[in-house]
């Protein structure tokens, strides 16, 4: 029997009913989440990021719901602020009920800030130290095997930058020269990995689906130029940081378990390409779908504004902020404000890479 080609798209409304669907089966679905994490915030941060991103909405319910639920399994926010965890649309190609499918699926990607989070929650990493050195940098040195160490000096006018395709300022990873990772075990020991830029690059080039599908053209349009648009693309230090990451779990160099293992090498390993599987069938109430529909447009219209002082309030204000002193003064509030430790990590963090960023990580 030949192959027949299909294109599988979700319905206008599907953003509404997989809301639905969630707000149905929420205790069930989000019982894992950290007690930092309630069920109300995680589904707001989940549904904003999938409006946000026309590709997600053409991703199958299915998928959508496994990356959701593991998400929340492992206690990690899906949004572009913290760097945690993202949703991620591959092409797939399926054979659903007899006939090969083009399908879009939503596979969820650790970020680098999400992996050393679920590293040191193992209890057994005391701190993780990450970095890349430049061609400007006045010192960069290290020694691996017995007596490693690392020596890293930053160049005080930052990493060099260059203009990208929208003519914003970014950083220019083409004169990097190392990534390196450097993580103190609490029973004394440290693991160090140091790489070459271009090591990373081959890795990149040799493993990376998200890269190869942003190299490609649309396929609706072959003479169209590549998009470009990936994560390699647009933030190349963190994800060169986030590969040693996940060489050093491969190895075993890191204390984490087998689950988390498997889901830091997303991406790399990725969905399985062909496979097989009956469609199952969703049934949704109509009579309320409509409404829905309009509560999730009014909201993406208008959403409310976070309660003032809160930590979705703080994080606002980091996206918002247009300068260094801006964003240490938010994290300097920030600190005196909230009274959940993780929550005050979480702007923390989200400063630390709003001033790396934009501003280079150096004053």
Not at 47 to 71: D, F, G, H, K, W
Not at 101 to 112: K, N, W, Y
Not at 123 to 151: H, K, M, T, W
Not at 228 to 254: F, V, Y
Request: hydrophobic share 40%.
């Amino acid at each position: 029997m030949a192959n027949t080609e299909l294109s599988l798209q979700n319905p206008p409304e599907s953003v509404a009913s997989l809301h639905n669907l969630i707000k149905k089966n929420q205790e069930t679905m989000l019982a894992a989440l950290p007690k930092h994490l309630t069920p109300e915030r995680f589904l707001r941060v989940t549904m904003t990021t999938i409006r946000r991103n026309p590709a997600l909405a053409e991703c199958t319910q299915e998928s959508l719901l496994a990356a959701i639920v593991e998400a929340s399994q492992v206690g990690l926010e899906i949004d572009g602020v913290l760097g945690h965890a993202y949703l991620v649309p591959f092409k797939n190609r399926r054979k659903i009920n007899g006939n090969w499918v083009s399908i879009r699926e939503a596979t969820l990607i650790p970020g680098f800030r999400g992996l050393t989070k679920l590293v040191r929650n193992s209890g057994a990493v005391q701190s993780i130290s990450s970095g890349v050195a430049y061609e400007n940098d006045p010192l960069f040195e290290y020694q691996l095997g017995s007596n490693a160490f690392v020596r890293h000096q930053p160049s005080d006018a930052g990493p060099p930058v260059v203009k990208g395709p929208d003519g914003i300022e970014m950083v220019d990873h083409t004169k990097a020269t190392h990534v390196y990772v450097v993580v103190k075990l609490t029973n004394g020991g440290e693991q160090i990995s140091v790489w070459a830029r271009e090591a990373v690059d081959v890795h990149k080039r040799r493993y990376s689906k998200a890269w190869r599908q942003a190299e490609e053209a649309p396929a609706w349009d072959k003479d169209a130029p590549p998009k470009r648009d990936s994560a390699w693309h647009t933030n190349w230090p963190e994800m060169a940081r986030k590969t040693l990451i996940r060489d050093m779990i491969a190895r075993g160099e890191l204390p984490v378990s087998v689950e988390i293992q498997q889901f830091a090498m997303r991406d790399e390993v990725g969905p399985t390409q062909d496979t097989t599987f009956v469609a199952p069938k969703t049934v949704i109430e109509e009579s309320s779908l409509a409404g829905i529909t309009q509560a999730l447009e009014s909201e993406a219209k208008s959403p409310a504004a976070p309660e003032k002082g809160s930590r979705e309030d703080f994080l606002l204000q980091v996206v918002n902020a247009e300068s260094r002193e801006q964003l240490e003064s938010i994290q300097s509030e920030s600190t005196k404000a909230l009274s959940d430790f993780d929550d005050v990590q979480d702007v923390k963090e989200a400063v630390f890479i709003a001033i790396e960023q934009r501003f280079g990580g150096q004053k």
